[in-house]
């Protein structure tokens, strides 16, 4: 059968997500979940939407949302765009900023959705390739990025856990284009970000932060994000957002999640310690690994061997993620290693016990 999908959905790769192991048994940490549960008062907010009116639509808006989210970033309520997820702000910048064949930029290796989402949109994709200690020159940068409609910049960076200035930043911003500056991991930072690159002046005001309540609130179930602009671009934004993208349920645990700061600061808190834990727990096992500022580790070991530990730690239903990214090597080769997401003690506790395992029996 001919099916006539468009000439660049048939050429582009989807996007592949981490494993969702069904049945218990698992250590899972593989995907960047927080380990922990959400707030008592999440979970008493989505019990009160379930009763309430789920036969009418609901706020479109988010308004009790915007406001809370506003506040806590310093900002009036009209710079706060709600979404489905932090991907949903992504896509509707895409769509928002890009025609086709226009250009985006990101750091490489980095979150590979963003070329999947350009692709989608018909347009095309510059890496701005790290280096070794996955930094970039300021020359670089600048050729890459500066021509770019769009240049996307997760902070701190996954899956390397490193974290970029405010200055560095400023070297990424486009000529005519807009920053993106996505914060998933934003919250488990040495010193979280609240609304300052927004009013950074150097930045003339072509800067989006995208956040989500996936990581350090807890709802990677409930899937809702929100970004943060300058109200011109969010009320552009506005336009090309789905109606009611934001269900009641979802709204009113978000909303409840950014009310309740003291319980995602406690888990946040418990997350950094078990992370120093491993970073100092793992060289010895023969790993490097990048000082990371999110709540996941990455490790390259020394054999290089990283799908055989992968597949070894698996066969003892410890999932961790096998990352693979070509052409991001020095002299173009290709790039492995294993991100670890930080989990409970106990859990970190069976992971590194196998490691030890694996390490002695594979290398």
């Known amino acids: 059968m001919n099916i006539p999908f468009r000439k660049s959905i048939k050429l582009m790769d989807g996007y592949v997500s981490g494993e969702q192991p069904q049945g218990d048994g698992w250590v899972k940490l593989n995907t960047n979940e927080n380990p922990y549960p959400p707030s008592p008062k999440v979970v008493a907010a989505i019990k009160n939407a379930a009763n309430g009116r789920l036969n009418v639509y609901p706020d479109a808006s988010a308004t009790q949302f915007r406001n809370v989210a506003g506040e806590l970033f310093g900002v009036s309520p009209d710079w706060i765009l709600p979404a489905n997820g932090s991907d949903e702000n992504l896509t509707i910048i895409i769509r928002s900023f890009c025609n086709p064949h226009d250009t985006i930029a990101y750091p490489y290796p980095s979150y590979v959705l963003y070329e999947s989402l350009a692709r989608i949109q018909n347009c095309q994709v510059q890496r701005l390739r790290l280096n070794k200690s996955y930094q970039w020159d300021a020359e670089g940068a600048g050729n890459v990025c500066r021509p770019a409609r769009i240049v996307f910049a997760p902070n701190p960076n996954s899956p390397t856990g490193n974290r970029w200035t405010a ?41 989006i932060v995208t956040r989500t309540l996936s990581k350090s609130y807890s709802l990677a179930g409930i899937r809702f994000g929100f970004s943060i602009a300058d109200p011109e671009i969010t009320s552009g934004m506005q336009k090309v957002r789905d109606s009611y993208n934001c269900d009641t349920i979802a709204t009113a645990a978000a909303t409840a999640a950014l009310q309740d700061q003291d319980w995602m600061l406690r888990n946040r808190e418990q997350i950094i310690c078990t992370r120093n834990r491993m970073l100092t727990e793992l060289p010895p096992l023969g790993f490097s690994v990048c000082p990371s500022q999110a709540n996941f580790v990455w490790a390259i070991h020394e054999t290089g061997r990283h799908q055989q530990i992968f597949e070894l730690l698996k066969r003892r239903r410890i999932l961790v993620r096998f990352m693979q990214f070509p052409n991001a090597g020095v002299n173009n080769e290709t790039l492995d290693g294993l991100r670890i997401t930080v989990g409970t003690d106990d859990e970190v506790e069976k992971l590194l016990n196998a490691m030890r395992q694996v390490v002695a029996a594979e290398c």
Do not use: C, S, T, W
């Not at 998933?184 to 930045?203: M, N, T």
């Open 167 to 207: 200055a560095q930043l400023h070297q990424l911003l486009p000529n005519n284009g807009m920053l993106v500056v996505d914060e998933a991991y934003g919250d488990f930072a040495a010193e979280p970000h609240r609304g300052e690159l927004l009013k950074d002046k150097r930045f003339d005001r072509r800067i």
